[in-house]
C-alpha cells in the first residue's frame, strides 16, 4: 500500500510521528506499505529545525510544495495545483491529512477528484471562530463532498415507507436541514405530490419527487410544489427534470460555500421552466449558508458567555 502523508504547519509532524514509525515498523517485518510525506511550504521555513525530525525519530519530507502563500484563495490554489502534479507523479492508494487546516481540505478535494481514499487524522477542537480558517473549512467540509444520487442511481426495486425516508434524509444529511418523516411523505401522497406507493412499496419516480421536495421545502410551500411539479410535466420527462436538478443544485452549492465557482447555462437549453428551478435552487442554497452560518454563529455567542462566566 501506498500511502502519502501530508503535512501544512510545524505542529502537523508531532501527529503524524507515531504514525510514521509504526509504518516504518510494519515494512520492516515484511509488510507492504511505504509512506511518501509531502509538505505544503518551503523547504527554507525556519520552523522546521532539524532538530525536530531528530527529536522525533521521523524522517524529513520527502518532497516540499512551496506553497507559502498567506492570501487563502492564492494558498489553496497552488496546493491544488502543486499537490495534484504530486500525486500524478507519484500516485498513492490512501493520501492522509491532519488536523483543518486549509492543506488538509485543499489536499483532500485532489485526492477525492483522483477517486483517491482519505484518511483523516485528528480533526480537531471547535472554537466556533468563523475568523478562523478552520472553522470555515470545517463548515465547508460535508458539503464539498455533498452529491445527490442521480435518477438511473436511484433503487428502482420497491422501498417501503421507512426505507425511504431512510435513504431520503441519508443523502441530504450533510445539508443540515429537518428531516423527512414518514408521515410527511404520506401527506405528499395525499396532497397529490407524489403517486400513490405501489403495494406499499415506493419507486424511483417516488424517491425523485420526494428528494427534490426534501430540498427546496424551506422555501417553498405545498401548493408551490404542486405547481411546480405541473411545470416539470409540460416541459420535460421526470428523469431529465431531476438530473438537471443534482446538476445545478450541486454547481450553486459549491459556489456559496466557495469550493467552486458556479458554471453558468448547465445543459444544452435555456427556458423558463429552467429558470424558475435555477431561482429555486438559488434561494434554498443561500437559505443552506445562512442556516449554517448562524447555527455557528450561535455556537460561539454560546461559548463566549460561557467563557465570561
Known amino acids: 500500500m501506498k500511502v502519502t502523508i501530508i503535512a501544512g504547519a510545524r505542529p502537523n509532524f508531532m501527529k503524524i510521528a507515531p504514525l510514521m514509525r509504526a509504518i ?16 505544503t511550504g518551503s523547504d527554507e521555513d525556519k520552523s522546521l529545525e532539524p532538530s525536530l525530525f531528530t527529536d522525533l525519530d521521523m524522517p524529513r519530507p520527502d518532497v516540499y510544495l512551496h506553497v507559502d502563500n498567506t492570501d487563502f484563495f492564492q494558498r489553496m490554489a497552488g496546493i491544488l495545483v502543486a499537490f495534484a502534479r504530486e500525486l500524478g507523479q507519484h500516485p498513492a492508494q490512501v493520501v492522509l491529512v491532519v488536523d483543518d487546516l486549509t492543506p488538509t481540505m485543499a489536499c483532500s478535494i485532489v485526492a477525492k477528484k483522483k477517486g483517491i481514499k482519505v484518511a483523516h487524522l485528528v480533526a480537531g477542537t471547535r472554537s466556533f ?26 433503487p428502482n426495486v420497491g422501498l417501503y415507507l421507512e426505507q425511504v425516508v431512510r435513504y431520503v434524509n441519508a443523502h441530504l444529511a450533510p445539508l443540515g436541514e429537518s428531516e423527512l418523516t414518514s408521515s410527511m411523505v404520506s401527506n405528499y401522497v395525499k396532497q397529490g405530490l407524489i403517486p400513490s406507493p405501489i403495494k406499499k412499496s415506493y419507486t424511483a419516480e417516488h424517491l425523485a419527487r420526494l428528494l427534490f421536495i426534501a430540498v427546496v421545502k424551506p422555501v417553498v410551500q405545498l401548493e408551490g410544489l404542486r405547481l411546480m411539479f405541473g411545470i416539470q410535466e409540460d416541459n420535460y420527462p421526470l428523469q431529465t427534470a431531476y438530473d438537471y436538478f443534482c446538476d445545478e443544485f450541486e454547481n450553486m452549492l459549491g459556489a456559496a460555500f466557495g469550493i467552486a465557482p458556479a458554471r453558468d447555462g448547465i445543459g444544452k437549453t435555456q427556458s423558463d421552466a429552467k429558470d424558475l428551478l435555477r431561482n429555486t435552487i438559488l434561494a434554498t442554497v443561500n437559505k443552506v449558508y445562512l442556516d449554517r452560518y448562524l447555527e455557528d454563529y450561535q455556537k460561539r455567542r454560546e461559548k463566549e458567555i460561557h467563557r465570561q462566566e
Request: aromatic share 8%.
Open 129 to 154: 471562530d468563523m475568523d478562523m480558517p478552520k472553522e470555515v473549512n470545517s463548515m465547508m467540509e460535508n458539503i464539498e463532498g455533498f452529491r445527490l444520487p442521480r435518477y438511473e442511481q436511484i
Open 24 to 39: 516504518k515498523a510494519a515494512k520492516a517485518a515484511g509488510k507492504n506499505i511505504t509512506a511518501r510525506l509531502v509538505y
